[in-house]
């Protein structure tokens, strides 16, 4: 190959922070996007010159320098000249420990102290540049809820830089679709709370997120939430959600909304509170674009999720119609993501009594009481006796109804 090509970024801070290495990403020094298209790699950058190895598909950029030329994080101008150093390339990277290199040899390349950092468990940014682009505050956030476990701690000059960018406006620079991204990505990390408690921080949760970050400080009843405070208990169910699929860490990220605009004369009770949360999830799903798929669950969890909690003190016909708005008869994916869901909230708070959830089962004993049924039979019947449409739904309803009773009985 033309150039010098060097190993860097995640593969080797992993490697030295002893993790497991998801992506190679390789830099190439002193080579041109004609060189490379030359030796079959293929491109896929669209701001620069990034390409793909023909067999192995690790990507392999040009090395190169940015300068800030507008606001937001796409307002850059980049330069891939083969002149361009290795050094040049790694003082453009955000933190120290991204802005380490390796050589064919496996020998490290490391002049901005990453390793240093690693061993200190310190995030701390290579230059002043840092404060030119906000995702960086993102990214911080993300490390943090990958590392936090590790005792990982960020920088105190950073984590001004990082106000600097609040402070600023260039974090409302950000698009939805990239801040959606960052949150994604951090939900199924190690510490899915620390993502949001640096961001609140260093003030850009209520940029952002201003509809999370209202509930530190909201009292909870004691007697349910050990840990009174709103904000607190909202970043344990988080963490009790990180190995669930994000659509369900998503849903129980803003489960609990609703608290955040209690009128203050009924606090600590929150009563009522799932119906006044469904518009607001609504609305940071519309402003973060999220699919449709995790808005959905989203509103029904934030709706219904004391239904589950309370799930054997309900009637058998109130347990169906629950069946019936979570469309879990036709979706069955949707009671259990909902049930997920359900636990990580009620697990997710202070003390021991809280560490079981038995109506997770019960849901899904009911639900399955329900599914048994008939219908078949009950389809047959109906059509025999000429009846259709709504009389055969009804009797549907109704044996689904007459089942959840007896099995509920049961678990009694």
Not at 100 to 121: F, R, S, T, V, Y
Not at 278 to 285: G, N, Q, R, T, W
Not at 346 to 356: M, V
Request: one cysteine or more.
């Amino acid at each position: 190959m033309s150039g010098e090509t060097y190993l860097v970024g995640g593969a080797v801070r992993d490697q030295l922070l002893g993790l497991p290495i998801k992506d190679r990403d390789f830099v190439v020094v002193g080579s041109s996007p004609e060189a490379m298209m030359a030796q079959g790699f293929l491109p896929v950058g669209n701001d620069f010159p990034v390409f793909l190895h023909p067999e192995t598909k690790d990507e392999y950029a040009l090395a190169r320098t940015e300068r800030k030329s507008g606001v937001g994080y796409h307002g850059f101008m980049f330069n891939t000249d083969p002149t361009v150093t290795l050094e040049d390339d790694l003082l453009r990277r955000d933190l120290t420990i991204n802005a380490m290199a390796m050589d064919a040899n496996g020998q490290l390349i490391d002049p901005h102290g990453g390793a240093q950092d690693i061993e200190n468990k310190v995030l701390r940014h290579v230059s002043p540049a840092f404060a030119e682009d906000p995702l960086r505050v993102l990214r911080v956030a993300r490390f943090m809820a990958r590392l936090a476990p590790m005792g990982f701690t960020i920088h105190p000059d950073t984590l001004a830089m990082m106000k600097t960018l609040v402070d600023s406006g260039e974090i409302k620079t950000l698009v939805a679709e990239r801040v959606w991204q960052e949150i994604k990505n951090s939900l199924n990390t190690a510490q899915p709370s620390a993502f949001f408690t640096t961001l609140r921080e260093c003030g850009a949760l209520a940029v952002l997120l201003p509809e999370i970050d209202c509930l530190w400080g909201v009292p909870q009843t004691k007697q349910w939430h050990p840990e009174i405070d709103t904000g607190i208990h909202a970043m344990l169910a988080i963490d009790q959600a990180k190995d669930l699929d994000n659509v369900v860490a998503y849903a129980v990220m803003v489960h609990d909304l609703g608290k955040g605009i209690t009128p203050d004369h009924i606090l600590p009770s929150h009563k009522g509170h799932e119906a006044a949360g469904v518009p607001l999830v609504k609305a940071v799903s519309d402003r973060l674009k999220v699919p449709k798929d995790y808005k959905d669950l989203a509103i029904k969890v934030c709706r219904w999720h004391l239904h589950s909690h309370t799930i054997m003190e309900l009637k058998a016909r109130t347990i169906d119609k629950l069946f019936q708005s979570l469309d879990a008869y036709r979706q069955p994916q949707n009671l259990e993501n909902f049930v997920l869901a359900c636990q990580a909230d009620a697990t997710g708070r202070w003390g021991d009594e809280f560490k079981t959830y038995h109506q997770a089962d019960q849901v899904r004993s009911l639900f399955q009481a329900a599914q048994n049924i008939d219908q078949k039979a009950i389809v047959a019947e109906y059509q025999a006796k000429g009846h259709q449409g709504i009389m055969l739904g009804q009797a549907i309803r109704q044996a689904r109804i007459a089942a959840i009773k007896v099995a509920k009985q049961s678990l009694e």
